[in-house]
């Protein structure tokens, strides 16, 4: 079964500084990888997704399969970066799985 | 707006009562996910459709739990004799053939 581990329930940062946010994933064949972050008070939203290696507010994430990672990076963090971020996978007709999630506050 | 809308955003019911929530997808989007969210958690995937179609319901919680898209459009989630463990958050989201899923924004349930 394929499960997606984010091992940071918190992750506190100063502004300017930069952010890593893990998450490993268990999978034989080859997933899609996505992240997804929720603003306060705000619904579930695509950040990026590893097919279209595109950079999104200033965030990159390299899919490493000798990892099985998809660490989501930033090298200078903003206070409106403060937010829950949710890693997830899916594979052909299986559905998309998430990670518990790691909430990454930004300090001024 | 014509994003996915879920209705009603908040619902407070008491134990052994039935609820149902609807969900309306981004219009012409063929796949329709349920996803249930507890505190401190990730969304949890219940079940999905493929126009009307459920291809996968074996994630439902339970037999109380049951969901339907009769004409392929919007899709309803029924908890029948809630308990107070289903208290969650319950996501609606809706994809193009297994494109970027979108989440409508969630309904609160809360069971005293």
């Known amino acids: 079964a394929q499960r997606v581990t984010q091992p940071e329930k918190l992750l506190s940062v100063f502004k300017g500084a930069p952010v890593e946010l893990k998450c490993n994933y268990s999978?034989?064949?080859?997933?899609?990888l996505f992240w997804y972050v929720q603003y306060s008070r705000q619904r579930l939203q695509l950040l990026l997704r590893?097919?279209s290696r595109e950079s999104i507010k200033g965030f990159t994430a390299d899919l490493n399969k000798g990892e099985t990672s998809f660490h989501l990076k930033k090298p200078f963090a903003q206070e409106e970066d403060s937010a829950m971020y949710y890693c997830a996978s899916f594979s052909g007709n299986t559905p998309l799985v998430f990670g518990k999630g790691t909430r990454l506050s930004v300090i001024a | 707006d014509t994003g996915v809308s879920q209705n009603p955003r908040h619902k407070i019911t008491k134990r052994g009562q039935n609820v149902t929530f609807r969900c309306d997808p981004i219009?012409?989007?063929?796949?329709l996910y349920w996803y249930r969210q507890t505190l401190g958690q990730g969304p949890e995937f219940l079940t999905y459709?493929?126009?009307?179609?459920?291809?996968?319901k074996s994630r439902l919680l339970s037999d109380r739990f049951s969901a339907e898209r009769p004409k392929g459009s919007f899709s309803t989630l029924e908890i029948q004799r809630t308990e107070q463990g289903d208290s969650a958050m319950y996501l609606c989201?809706?994809?193009?053939?297994?494109?970027?899923?979108?989440f409508g924004e969630g309904s609160w349930l809360t069971v005293v």
């Open positions: 459709f493929q126009n009307e179609a459920q291809l996968e």
């Open positions: 989201a809706s994809s193009s053939h297994g494109n970027t899923i979108y």
């Open positions: 999978y034989s064949g080859s997933p899609e």
């Open positions: 219009s012409e989007h063929n796949r």
């Open positions: 590893h097919i």
